[in-house]
């Protein structure tokens, strides 16, 4: 059975920084592409940024392209977010989530919630102003 744990989550000011960590079990973790998604109270999960099976590429939601990065340690079968800059809008609950096909890419068809098949259970975000 896939597990993916999130952790890392946590109270923060503007402008300061956290590092999400997703780890993942039961599937060959190396060979799925994986994403986050966030969802703030309200509204509907959104894309934030995705990256491919070897880490090879990354593609990033608009409104976070420069301030999070994504990576990968296929080795530790874990996904990172590492979060800068941090806005009262980036408050939301981050979930991990690993893309059902093998070898997937990171492009702009990654925001599709569809191409992923197994979710975390989320973690808390909250940036205060």
């Known amino acids: 059975q896939v597990q993916l744990v999130e952790s890392g989550g946590g109270l923060v000011q503007a402008g300061g920084s956290l590092r999400l960590s997703c780890a993942a079990s039961?599937?060959?973790?190396?060979?799925?592409?994986m994403g986050w998604f966030r969802q703030a109270p309200g509204k509907e999960r959104e894309f934030v940024v995705a990256i491919s099976w070897s880490g090879g590429s990354t593609y990033y939601a608009d409104s976070v392209k420069g301030r999070f990065t994504i990576s990968r340690d296929n080795a530790k079968n874990t996904v990172y977010l590492q979060m800068n800059s941090l806005k009262p809008e980036d408050t939301a609950v981050y979930y991990c989530?690993?893309?059902?096909?093998?070898?997937?890419?990171?492009?702009?068809?990654?925001?599709?919630?569809?191409?992923?098949?197994?979710w975390g259970q989320g973690t808390q975000v909250t940036v205060s102003s």
């Open positions: 039961g599937r060959t973790f190396s060979m799925h592409a």
């Open positions: 989530a690993t893309q059902k096909a093998r070898f997937g890419r990171a492009d702009e068809h990654s925001d599709y919630v569809g191409l992923y098949d197994y």
